[in-house]
């Protein structure tokens, strides 16, 4: 007890000391440019609720003007007046706003694209677009004209039936339009029905019938995608959607990494050959000559006992953290340290998370009863002592838990976040400590070396993937003989990447984003100018970003309005 109140009584004079500089400085919670941020992100919530339906021409046009308006608004501000911090903010907040334009602009050529597939389209959204003012509705008629707008779609569904496929990305446009209109003739079904006598009695069986042939017809869109060219299952079971050249470098560019993904594979072949060198270095040391995968295949069966990997965890835990702070790397936050928690993942998430997870809560990979005993094997090997020492930093202490303690704290209205700068650090600190020599013994390195070839092989095989070069089942073949992973762990892994919900880039970020964090500690710390402790509180107290932002910010960059990226961070 008296431990506990002396924590509690160090973090008050903490605070305490702190309030004397920090919490008068404005710019830590605002900007000029934060100004405007506030009134479009509430702005951008009210229209939202009240264009609560996706897909449709009345959300579409109104978030178009939203856009329009406040680039107008930015544009009053006087940019060679603000501060370095405010005009990484400016810039940031313009693309945001002409990306989200890009992005309507897209759907609504798309929507142009199937709307042959719904005439009937305006004629539901007008029945939703007088539901939100309460108009009184004609019950007959209405249900007259949903009567009609069901035969209309039968044979509108019988014409697809025999439409050759379409290609992906309109056929889930398609899909989405019809899950809209489900949804908009359901929002005005729900508010009339039992409170309007004749809307009852008159309108549920027609809406019944058209909102069951509304959901089959997005199915129906949802199978032709399924069917087209390269989207055809390959035996994986996984159907993603790989965007082409053009839009990898339309999105890499957004994210501020100036270089093609030719080259991105070319820094993760350059990255991977010296994980070959490495890994045969640790072989060797093990006994196994040349042989890395057999010297793996020692290291993944050191696997702790079923139930005891929560106790492996927090060993591992607790080394990481005692090197991180006996070398004085970063100042961690005792509240950090009390409130991160552990949980246990359970068996379907484990089928697209085969590793542990991380942040303020700690999710802990390893088979349940309820698995086959191959999965399970597979489960536990994969998530070895030697293998999980390389990552618990990454999630933990000074990685994602850190990231989010921090971040919800320090310059909060910056809401720049991106897989660069998230995952780009967490991964930085997987490097950093083998270059502090964290690892104890050749299993140790063998273990850190998986996970960095990990991270090589998601950049090869997630391009080559977008590219349309490779199938799920070659991204899995590839990482199960070149990265010596588990098949069922390999399937989790490529599952994630396309069918995760993550974004064609994220996967790729990892690796890059931690060579650009590393980049800039070349020049702020090798250099002398600061100390590692300085550079990583001044960048995990500055929010997320892309990484070249927090660089200008530390090196107080005079950035010019018409900034465009350009920091080459890694020589070929």
Not at 184 to 205: C, H
Not at 341 to 363: K, N, T, W, Y
Not at 515 to 525: N, S, T, Y
């Amino acid at each position: 007890m008296r431990k506990i109140l002396g924590s509690i009584a160090l973090l008050t004079l903490q605070a305490a000391a702190y309030a004397q500089s920090a919490d008068t400085d404005l710019y830590r919670q605002s900007s000029e440019v934060n100004n405007i941020m506030v009134q479009y992100n509430a702005d951008r919530g009210t229209l939202g609720r009240f264009y609560a339906i996706p897909n449709t021409p009345d959300r579409r046009e109104r978030m178009a003007v939203l856009q329009e308006t406040y680039l107008k608004r930015l544009e009053q501000l006087d940019f060679d007046k603000l501060p370095v911090g405010s005009r990484v903010e400016y810039i940031l907040f313009r693309r945001n706003l002409n990306d989200e334009l890009f992005r309507l602009h897209e759907e609504k050529k798309e929507y142009a694209a199937v709307e042959k597939w719904f005439p009937f389209a305006e004629r539901i959204y007008a029945i939703e677009r007088n539901r939100r003012r309460g108009t009184a509705p004609d019950a007959e008629k209405l249900a007259g004209e949903l009567n009609t707008i069901v035969k209309e779609l039968l044979v509108k569904k019988t014409q697809l039936q025999k439409d050759s496929a379409m290609p992906l990305e309109l056929s889930r446009r398609a899909a989405g339009v019809a899950r809209g209109l489900q949804a908009s003739v359901k929002s005005a079904y729900d508010f009339y029905n039992g409170y309007d006598p004749l809307f009852s009695w008159w309108v549920p069986m027609p809406y019944k019938y058209l909102d069951s042939l509304l959901s089959a017809y997005a199915g129906a869109f949802q199978a032709k995608g399924k069917n087209a060219g390269s989207q055809q299952d390959d035996g994986s079971g996984i159907i993603g959607n790989p965007i082409g050249t053009q839009e990898l470098i339309r999105q890499l560019k957004e994210e501020m990494i100036p270089y093609t993904p030719d080259e991105l594979i070319a820094i993760a072949n350059k990255e991977f050959a010296w994980c070959d060198a490495e890994m045969l270095k640790a072989s060797r040391e093990m006994g196994f000559g040349d042989n890395w995968k057999a010297a793996m295949e020692k290291v993944k069966n050191t696997y702790v006992p079923a139930g005891k990997q929560p106790e492996a965890m927090m060993k591992l835990y607790n080394e990481s953290l005692d090197f991180i702070k006996k070398n004085n790397l970063v100042t961690i936050p005792e509240l950090a340290e009390e409130t991160w928690r552990m949980s246990m993942m359970s068996p379907e998430r484990q089928l697209v998370a085969p590793f542990f997870l991380g942040g303020e809560e700690f999710i802990i990979s390893y088979p349940t009863n309820t698995m086959a005993h191959e999965d399970k094997m597979m489960s536990m090997r994969g998530n070895n002592p030697h293998f999980s020492r390389a990552t618990v930093h990454h999630e933990l202490l000074a990685g994602h838990a850190m990231q989010q303690f921090m971040n919800s704290r320090y310059r909060t209205y910056r809401r720049f976040g991106t897989p660069f700068w998230t995952e780009g650090w967490s991964l930085y600190w997987e490097r950093l400590l083998w270059d502090k020599k964290f690892p104890q013994s050749p299993e140790d390195r063998i273990g850190m070396l998986f996970w960095r070839m990990h991270r090589c092989a998601r950049i090869i095989f997630s391009l080559s993937y977008h590219t349309h070069k490779w199938t799920p089942q070659q991204c899995i073949g590839f990482l199960v003989d070149r990265v010596n992973f588990e098949r069922a762990n390999a399937e989790g892994e490529v599952r994630r990447s396309f069918t995760g919900g993550y974004g064609p880039l994220y996967q790729v970020a990892y690796m890059i984003g931690g060579l650009q964090f590393e980049a800039l500690r070349f020049e702020l710390v090798e250099s002398g100018k600061m100390s590692y402790r300085e550079f990583h509180d001044a960048i995990i107290t500055e929010n997320a970003m892309p990484v070249e932002m927090v660089r200008a910010i530390l090196l107080k960059q005079p950035l010019k309005k018409d900034f465009k990226t350009s920091w080459r961070f890694y020589k070929l």
